[in-house]
């Protein structure tokens, strides 16, 4: 298999090795909590096929090991798996890394350039982050989506392509669509078969596997072994939200691996901590009256299946402001994307 990637190293800090506990390994994503099976059911379900498929999740919970399993189980595993993270594209030059350009297309253009769709021809692109196109880029995307057609920028040539679609993004598209930031006829071309991955947190299980996992990988440049985790700092990495998911706990495996002299490793309490800039007020807010607030916000997400603002939805449940809401909601690291798919 052909590996093209858009950004050197995209994938290197996610490529983690992980068993599932009492089933056939899953190209290497660890994974034994019930959302996580649910997930992997639904891969092996559409990856022999030619649906497009949409991962909706949040950062660092593993979306590129996920595309590539998908890839690697399908018809097209011995043809290149192709990826662009269009979040890290400058808008500017989206089209060019799509579709390529032709000499002299614009300023800067010496050369001829392939795009990323004709590289994939025939096998498999992934587009990360898809929620960040502009309008124009949504038209252009529709256009080769539906009909499997573009133009290079600058020619006039129209060329044809054979490409099985991975979409994700962190984003509501949902809700994007509603407010009119993304086009619905994008939206349902490319939501063929959905897969929610859950975050971290939903998946508190696997936490141990995962960092016994991380550490074992750091164990060989560190160049010493560990006899394990001890059991206090496991449980600080269970009550711990995990706001930046399986990357973040990779981060914290690996900087306690370097900071621990012990024969068992030792996850100090100050890596959780959470950094507030200079003059901000730590909120500091009473744990009661947060759980309760959570369980409010939840409540409502759940009644409306995600939607926050507009008539019917959580903010109007609540008696808030949906600026209000979409605030409380991002500060307590609730996740809206799960509700559209149901608890």
């Not at 100050?270 to 009473?286: C, I, K, S, T």
């Not at 507009?310 to 979409?326: D, K, N, Q």
């Amino acid at each position: 298999m052909t590996d093209i990637h858009l950004l050197s190293g995209s994938f290197s800090r996610q490529s983690v090795a992980v068993v599932v506990s009492g089933d056939e390994p899953l190209d290497g994503i660890v994974g034994s909590a019930p959302a996580m099976r649910d997930v992997f059911d639904r891969l092996r379900r559409v990856a022999p096929t030619e649906a497009t498929v949409l991962i909706s999740c949040e950062t660092g919970t593993g979306k590129e090991l996920l595309a590539r399993a998908l890839h690697r189980r399908s018809r097209r595993a011995s043809l290149p798996l192709v990826t662009a993270n269009l979040a890290a594209v400058p808008e500017s030059l989206t089209a060019s890394e799509l579709f390529g350009h032709e000499a002299g297309a614009f300023t800067g253009a010496a050369h001829r350039r392939i795009g990323r769709f004709e590289l994939a021809d025939r096998g498999t692109l992934f587009l990360d982050e898809v929620g960040e196109l502009s309008a124009e880029m949504q038209i252009a995307l529709l256009r080769v989506v539906q009909e499997g057609e573009f133009e290079r920028v600058g020619a006039s040539q129209t060329r044809q392509v054979d490409v099985r679609l991975v979409a994700a993004t962190n984003r509501d598209l949902r809700e994007a669509m509603e407010e009119g930031r993304f086009r619905p006829d994008l939206f349902y071309r490319l939501n063929v078969f959905p897969i929610h991955l859950p975050p971290l947190r939903e998946r508190r299980q696997d936490i141990p596997a995962l960092a016994h996992e991380f550490l074992r990988r750091i164990e060989g440049p560190l160049g010493r072994r560990f006899a394990g985790i001890e059991a206090a700092s496991l449980e600080r990495l269970m009550a711990f939200d995990w706001p930046g998911n399986i990357r973040q706990l990779q981060n914290i495996i690996e900087q306690s691996a370097i900071l621990c002299d012990e024969a068992s490793l030792c996850v100090s309490s100050n890596l959780f901590e959470e950094r507030h800039p200079a003059g901000v007020p730590d909120p500091g807010w009473d744990s009661t009256l947060v759980s309760h607030e959570r369980r409010l916000i939840e409540e409502s997400l759940r009644l409306t299946r995600g939607r926050v603002s507009g008539r019917f939805g959580a903010a109007e449940r609540l008696g808030i402001p949906a600026s209000t809401l979409e605030s409380k909601i991002r500060r307590l690291r609730i996740s809206k994307i799960k509700y559209r798919f149901g608890d």
